[in-house]
């Protein structure tokens, strides 16, 4: 089936940082990609939709100079999230959805990656 | 834009009683209605999906209905066990488009 990983699964970042998460699709191509954040006890918020070779469609609300988005290939899109502060501590998920690999609209999901902003 | 409502936010039910969960969505646009479930720092797991030519698909002890003129779809989970202890998520999207979530059922099974 539709697998998804997502690198780290878990980090800690100094305040005022920047940290990169990754998020593959390793058996198929992506050509859509999402990315979550969910705070505990909470539901997963939609942050952003990436399309490969263009620019991600960001959420009204969600700071595109913050977290910055980048799906470069049918596999990987990658989350940036910039001058990392404590609020932003979160557990991220990425989806993935191939419209040509069965032709519905499932999405699979990433493992997640857990940020700590100390 | 799509908003998802879910009810109840919290839920317990003996073991092997039913457990009802209900959502409503405000997009007409909405054809596909996912359910999932997750488990305390898991990613969310589809347990069942239904679209919206489609008023009720059962597999095994899950079964999920959709009333698209009432814009009301529910989750019905039957014979309960200990591990449906969970959170559950209904989930609404126009067809190839984003999926918007409720805010979650903390389902909680007692012996």
């Known amino acids: ?118 | 834009g799509e908003n998802v409502e879910q009810h109840p936010s919290t839920l317990s039910v003996q073991e092997g009683d039913s457990a009802v969960i209900k959502c409503t969505y405000s997009d007409s646009a909405s054809n596909y209605f996912p359910w999932y479930k997750q488990e305390l720092g898991k990613r969310p797991q589809l347990i069942i999906d239904i679209r919206s030519n489609v008023g009720e698909k059962k597999d095994q002890r899950i079964a999920v209905t959709l009333n698209k003129t009432a814009k009301h779809f529910s989750l019905h989970i039957t014979e309960t066990q200990p591990e449906d202890s969970a959170v559950y998520f209904c989930a609404a999207s126009p067809w190839g488009d984003k999926i918007i979530f409720g805010k979650g059922t903390r389902l909680h099974i007692l012996p």
């Open chain 1, 1 to 118: 089936g539709a697998v998804v990983s997502q690198h780290p699964s878990w980090v800690i970042c100094k305040s005022g940082t920047s940290v990169k998460i990754e998020c593959r699709s390793l058996d198929f191509q992506a050509t859509t990609m999402f990315w979550y954040r969910q705070f505990p006890k909470q539901s997963l918020m939609l942050m952003a939709t990436s399309n490969e070779g263009s620019k991600a469609t960001y959420e009204q609300g969600v700071e595109k100079d913050k977290f910055l988005i980048n799906h470069a290939s049918l596999t990987l899109s990658t989350l940036t999230v910039t001058s990392a502060h404590p609020e932003d501590s979160s557990f991220y998920i990425c989806s993935a959805r191939d419209l040509a690999l069965d032709s519905t609209d499932t999405q699979y999901f990433g493992p997640g990656t857990r940020l700590t902003v100390l």
